[in-house]
């Protein structure tokens, strides 16, 4: 990778991430980007005219996917964040084929971050239909020698995107999704892995419904840390306060309207997302 620490633990020069998502979801990604790595511009592109993606076939995900990494490479992006767990978990070695820059995806920092959690070995992992589907979450977990059971959550998308986060209704779906998924030989499994960029905006609400023995495993925040590691960011904490230079610059590129893209983005950003441009990416 092309970006050293300095001895004194900050970058030499600010690094220009891309961001890419279906939409605003993988701002959960890019809100623990900016808390682990302020230090750095920031390019997020959410696809969110093709929303979603995890109804979706891998053909055509991995196609709007590489479209979307080769325009924010062309913006300047010097690494690319695949924020989205379905194009991670379907298209992540199509990606990188087509990429001049380094890729990291939202699968293996979630399981690497299961797999240290975990004590029993067993674990959970949430996801859209397409990402549970891909099975991308059990390799990684197995290869690590944990076992995984897989659980599509489609309904959590749409609640989420709704405002419905803390809603009897949302919870009543989590209790049935998680009764199922925590049941037979995955009873006593100890780690869930929330497997969607929407997520962790239902955290604490999945933290009540799960069994009380669960660790709550966010591959936003894994990512976060996987991406600092491969810059070489000094842990935040070993940085002394008039070091850090906190001023990320954003720029946020949006397939659907930008207004829109302003408004919800806003909500899971937890603050506002001003600079919007509409991209019209010609198939
Ligand atoms: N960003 C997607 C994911 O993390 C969720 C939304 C969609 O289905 O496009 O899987």
Same mark, same amino acid.
């Given at each position: ?122 674990? *959970?992992? @949430?996801?859209?239909? #397409?990402?549970?589907?891909? $099975? %991308?979450?059990?390799?990684? +977990?197995?290869?690590?020698? !944990? ?66 023995? *669960?660790? @709550?495993?966010?591959? #936003?925040?894994?990512?976060? $840390? %996987?991406?600092?590691?491969? +810059?070489?960011?000094?842990? !935040? ?47």
């Amino acid at each position: 990778m092309q970006f050293m620490a300095s001895p004194g633990g900050t970058l030499p020069r600010r690094p220009t991430i891309g961001v890419f998502d279906s939409g605003v979801g993988g701002l959960t990604v890019l809100r623990a980007l900016l808390e682990r790595i302020p230090d750095a511009d920031y390019l997020y592109f959410g696809d969110s005219a093709r929303l979603p993606y995890g109804s979706k076939s891998a053909a055509t995900v991995a196609h709007y996917a590489v479209g979307a990494a080769h325009y924010l490479q062309d913006r300047g992006a010097e690494l690319l964040v695949i924020a989205c767990n379905t194009a991670t978990a379907l298209a992540l070695d199509q990606i990188k084929a087509a990429s001049r820059v380094g890729v990291i995806g939202v699968v293996e920092p979630g399981a690497q971050a299961a797999a240290a959690a975990s004590r029993n070995r067993r674990v *959970v992992v @949430i996801g859209t239909e #397409a990402t549970v589907s891909s $099975h %991308a979450y059990r390799r990684a +977990l197995e290869a690590k020698g !944990i076992a995984a059971r897989e659980k599509a959550c489609p309904l959590f998308v749409p609640l989420v995107e709704e405002g419905w986060v803390e809603h009897p209704v949302t919870e009543q779906v989590a209790r049935i999704y998680l009764s199922e998924a925590f049941a037979d030989d995955f009873r006593e499994s100890d780690v869930l892995v929330l497997g969607c960029t929407h997520y962790p905006l239902i955290r604490s609400l999945l933290g009540r419904v799960a069994p009380e023995h *669960v660790t @709550i495993v966010d591959s #936003a925040e894994s990512t976060a $840390h %996987a991406v600092a590691e491969q +810059l070489q960011v000094a842990p !935040i904490e070993s940085v002394r306060s008039h070091e850090r230079r906190a001023y990320p610059r954003l720029k946020f590129f949006a397939t659907d309207s930008a207004e829109k893209f302003r408004k919800m983005g806003t909500r899971f950003l937890g603050h506002a997302v001003e600079d919007v441009e509409h991209v019209d990416l010609k198939e």
